[in-house]
């Protein structure tokens, strides 16, 4: 039986945790060494910030989503704190009280107050979805025990009922009835580290794998092939507006597709391809000519798909994971970082 859950946020009193953007460290200079969590910018990448003393800093940042349905409001899903929400673009935050662990997957469902988060809680894997956007939730979806949890959540743009999660199994789910029942589709030979769905064509799924390469599927998810063999694949991201089109990092480097996988070209970027290992990677909704990665201890920004590129020094004390740029504002970028010992996970016996 579901187990619906309500008071979302802390509100009022000592519970209620408040970031204050002033006092804030620029990104650029090797001098500046900045901590962990969470990060913006309001020039458009040039230089990033962290407010002192923010609820976030310190904390790995495993999921960032800007509701669509009101661009003021952040979600921000940790390893340990939870899941937390800003009102104000970041300015003011609120933390749950239901003892959320590891939020790696936040999807907000446009046009209605739907949210489901991928996230533990008491040791089990779970898909939790609430209707009051995060004021009361219900599990929808739990692993059998604790050695496994999901990894990733999508949604289908024509079909909002209908979800896609994926688990550190290699296991993909999928549900037309907005969590009531659930069908498997697909087993991958490793971890299946993201779920992805074409903007213009939502038949078209991708899903990239830490082992297994980049797998795409063009019938809603009953069949798959290879289109990156084998390999670990640390993010992918598709076009806003183009079928087929789509950006994936791997040991290959910087890669990119405009038919959802059956050529790649590889970009010719400012960082060795095997030295790449970008899991930050972003398009610019508004524009999609401008396109982020990160690699190491900085940020890349391009403006005309990755012809040429624009480092910005980052020396946060952890890898950047997480890039969303504003959907109405493209001078406003955020980051999420973590350190590496968080998030994903090797399975024995399935990662091979």
Known sequence: MNTKIKNFFLVGGAAFLVLVLSGCTPGGGEGNI???GFFKSTDGGQSFSQSEGSVLAGRSIL???????????????????GLFKSPDEGKN???????????????????????????????RGKLFKSESNGESWVDVYTEKDGSSFLTS???????????????????????????????????????????????????????????????????????????????????????PSREGFIYAS????????????????????LVRSEELVSRGLAINPK???????????????????????????????????????HPDNNQVIFLGTKNRKTGFKIVPGVNK
């Open 153 to 239: 959540v999508a949604f289908h743009r024509n079909n909002p009922g209908s979800i896609y999660i994926a688990n550190s199994k290699g296991g993909l789910f999928r549900t037309d009835d907005g969590g009531a029942s659930w069908k498997n589709l697909h087993w991958a030979d490793s971890l299946i580290r993201k779920v992805e769905i074409d903007r213009v064509n939502p038949n078209i799924i991708y899903l990239a794998t830490t082992n297994n390469g980049l797998l795409v599927s063009r019938d809603r998810g009953e069949t798959f092939e290879s289109v990156i063999n084998r390999g670990y694949i640390y993010n992918i991201v598709v076009h």
């Open 250 to 269: 791997s040991k290959d480097g910087l890669q990119r597709s405009s038919d959802a996988g059956v050529s790649w070209e590889v970009l010719n970027t």
């Open 63 to 81: 999921s960032l989503e800007i509701n669509p349905n009101n661009n003021q409001e952040i979600f921000v899903g940790t390893s340990e704190g």
């Open 34 to 36: 900045l901590s962990r």
């Open 93 to 123: 935050w609120l933390a749950d009280i239901n003892n959320f662990k590891e939020v790696y997957d936040i999807e907000i469902i446009p046009n209605t107050s739907v949210i489901y988060i991928a996230a533990k809680q008491d040791g």
């Open 287 to 325: 524009n999609p000519r401008e396109i982020y990665y990160t690699s190491g201890k900085a940020f890349y920004k391009s403006t005309n798909e990755g012809e040429t590129w624009k480092p910005v020094p980052f020396n946060a004390s952890a890898s950047i994971e997480t890039i969303e740029v």
